[in-house]
């Protein structure tokens, strides 16, 4: 942590992939972070390597199953919930690719930032062959508005930067040796500029009507969305979109 901006960097195997551990790590941290006593007064949420994160492993959840399913999607939707209730500022420093579940983390923060190139960020849920959990919903779109949001989520591209930029889905760009600096400067700036107990109040405002209706969708629909990936797990769907990536990245000059 410096001058009171802690840095949460994501570092777990080669992309960053959201399982069952990482979820909980997130959310165990980022409530820590939250703690009025803490001597944080904002946060960077950034990857390593060319990744910010590659989403979901989807092969944890084949090999595991409904009984990982059952752990894993509360421990995911605790992981944006956290990012996205922290009281204090929350900047995004998108260093990489940032898919799925990592475009969603990224949505769930303050202020984006993303670094120019050649990585992407996008939300290919449906693509997959599995439905947004309610959190991850409501987070894509409070951060994009409900007509960006469907285009986004129904399209289910992963865009390059500057489409990403004009879509809504990233803040700014920047040369990716700049990106730590930015975002640092970034988050300062909210949290010198904005009294720390105002910032709070009015986040929680701003949040207010998605997260009661994220409360009832969850309560509602949650039980389903579980029965669904378990059968994505089961049936192939989410093995051949799996299969589909290798092959795409194998196919490439």
């Known amino acids: 942590m410096a001058d009171g901006i802690a840095a949460v960097r994501l570092a777990h195997g080669k992309v960053n992939a959201l399982d069952l551990e990482l979820c909980r790590a997130i959310e165990r941290t980022m409530r820590d972070l939250d703690d009025r006593d803490h001597p944080a007064t904002a946060v960077v949420l950034t990857g390593t390597g060319h990744t910010f994160s590659a989403g979901v492993d989807l092969k944890r959840v084949i090999d595991g199953g409904a009984a990982y399913v059952t752990e ?45 190139g050649t990585s992407r960020i996008g939300v290919p849920e449906l ?17 994009l508005g409900p007509v960006a949001a469907r285009r986004a989520i ?5 865009h390059e930067p500057s489409a990403a930029l004009a879509q ?28 720390a107990d ?15 209706r994220l409360d009832r969708l969850a309560r509602d629909t949650e039980p389903a969305t579980a029965e669904l990936w378990t059968t994505a797990a089961s049936d192939g769907r989410i093995q051949a979109f799996m299969n589909r990536m290798i092959r795409a990245a194998t196919d490439k000059p």
Do not use: W, Y
């Open 127 to 143: 693509r997959v062959g599995v439905p947004f959990p309610a959190a991850a919903l409501e987070i894509m779109l409070f951060a």
């Open 72 to 116: 894993f999607l509360p421990a995911l939707s605790g992981a944006f919930r956290a990012v996205f209730d922290l009281g204090k500022p929350v900047v995004a420093a998108i260093n990489g690719h940032a898919i799925a579940g990592g475009c969603v983390l990224a949505a769930a923060c303050d202020h984006r930032i993303m670094a120019a």
């Open 168 to 195: 809504g889905l990233v803040d700014e760009l920047i040369a990716p040796d700049a990106l730590p600096a930015r975002a640092a400067a970034a988050a300062r700036d909210l949290a010198t500029g904005i009294p």
């Open 198 to 212: 105002t910032f709070r109040h009015t986040k929680a405002q701003l949040r207010h009507e998605t997260n009661d």
């Open 154 to 158: 129904f399209d289910g591209t992963n």
